[in-house]
């Protein structure tokens, strides 16, 4: 159904833009190692000069999309979105779609930048196209991850110091038995603080069932709120093996990409909660109705971004964190963590916590020198 704000927007363009953004410090999991963050930022602008962007990152082992395909995906689709309501965002989905498959990162990029764009020409900020906010201020998960447990140790002192209260482990990456021994030391030094901080780990899918269950058992019981996608995307049965020998609470991330997902791993009580992606479900609306269903399963939520994602698509997942019924397994923003980011003002973390942003549309300004600076070229071809 169309939103009232904005009406009588017109898309008069649609651009996807890839760039390359440096990180600060490469960030290590278990498929990958992230050293810079390829997106794809989307400008869309309207008959009357609002413009509004959105943002997804390249994610080829979680949706299968590389930077070059979703420029081409992008232009595929664009010519189904030209002189449409800009406020018809259930309309601009189907018509999405009907011109391409999967895809959805491409399309989560184009929904972000289409609510950006209407709630800047209806003057408020994007929350309002949900209904108003439920909370202002939030905790940002700080993400933690080496072989080295000195090292976790120290960055995790350093970051609860700096006001962080929120935590995630990157596990996965070093012996079952060794990662379960660095999680149990930096948990239970954060739970003695006292202050209620949020410890989960995180695998992406680096584990096998048994790999699993010997991280679970060396982690024991300290405390740990939740461990992330132990096993492969869509081994179900392997991830309700682990929750079911397992006290710590088990949630899928790389499993998620619907709702019929994420009832299939309450079905099977294969997870007690999940993460959630624009990229990986196709936009904001999708990712609040995900939300919703949990809420209605029991299930817990975190609501993420993708390594590596600039304040573009981390203003949007904070907007949408800021109206979803429940948060309880925080939320991850990654903006921070780039050398160089796209807007003339990088979102801001402070204290370990973030505002949700009261001005127009997303609430950042992008800066388009930057990113033209660092804009990359791909040869792009029509596909029948």
């Given amino acids: 159904m169309a939103n009232d704000s904005g009406a009588g927007v017109k898309i008069k363009s649609i651009e ?43 994610a080829p082992t979680m949706t299968g999309e590389t930077v070059a395909g979703m420029t081409a995906a992008i232009a595929q689709m664009t010519p189904a ?31 972000i930048a289409l609510h950006d764009l209407v709630a800047r020409a209806a003057r408020q900020p994007l929350y309002e196209l949900f209904g108003g906010k439920m909370r202002s201020r939030m905790p940002v998960l ?52 006292g202050d209620g901080c949020l410890v989960s780990a995180d695998a992406n899918q680096g584990f096998g069932v048994e790999e699993a269950m010997l991280f679970t058992a060396a982690v024991g019981d300290v405390g740990l709120d939740f461990f992330e996608q132990p096993v492969r995307a869509h081994d179900l049965a392997g991830m309700a093996r682990v929750a079911a020998a397992s006290r710590i609470p088990i949630g899928a991330d790389e499993g998620i990409h619907s709702l019929d997902d994420i009832e299939r791993h309450h079905e099977r009580k294969s997870a007690a909660g999940v993460s959630l992606k624009a990229i990986k479900l196709g936009g904001l609306r999708a990712l609040l109705e995900a939300c919703r269903l949990c809420d209605r399963l029991g299930m817990k939520v975190n609501i993420s971004c993708k390594t590596g994602e600039s304040s573009v698509a ?20 990654t903006n921070s963590g780039l050398a160089e980011d796209v807007t003339a003002t990088p979102l801001p973390i402070a204290r370990g916590h973030v505002e949700v942003p009261d001005r127009w549309g997303l609430g950042v300004e992008v800066d388009e020198r930057s990113v033209r600076r660092c804009q990359q070229e791909f040869a792009t071809r029509k596909v029948a």
């Fill in 16 to 58: 996807p833009i890839a760039v390359s953004l440096p990180m600060k410090r490469a960030v290590t999991m278990a498929a990958e190692t992230v050293t810079r963050a390829d997106n794809v930022l989307v400008r869309v602008e309207s008959e009357d000069g609002f413009v509004g962007w959105g943002e997804a990152a390249s």
């Fill in 142 to 193: 700080a993400v933690i991850g080496s072989t080295d447990a000195a090292a976790d140790l120290r960055e995790a002192r350093e970051r609860f110091a700096a006001g962080y209260r929120a935590f995630k482990i990157k596990v996965g990456i070093g012996a079952p038995k060794a990662d379960g021994a660095r999680t149990r030391a930096v948990c239970q030094m954060l739970k003695a603080s």
């Fill in 81 to 111: 979105l030209l002189n449409r309501a800009a406020n018809d965002f259930a309309g601009a989905s189907a018509a999405m779609d009907a011109r391409m498959y999967g895809n959805t990162g491409a399309k989560a990029a184009i929904e």
């Fill in 314 to 333: 981390s203003a949007a997942a904070l907007h949408l964190a800021s109206v979803a019924p429940d948060l309880a397994w925080g939320l991850t923003l």
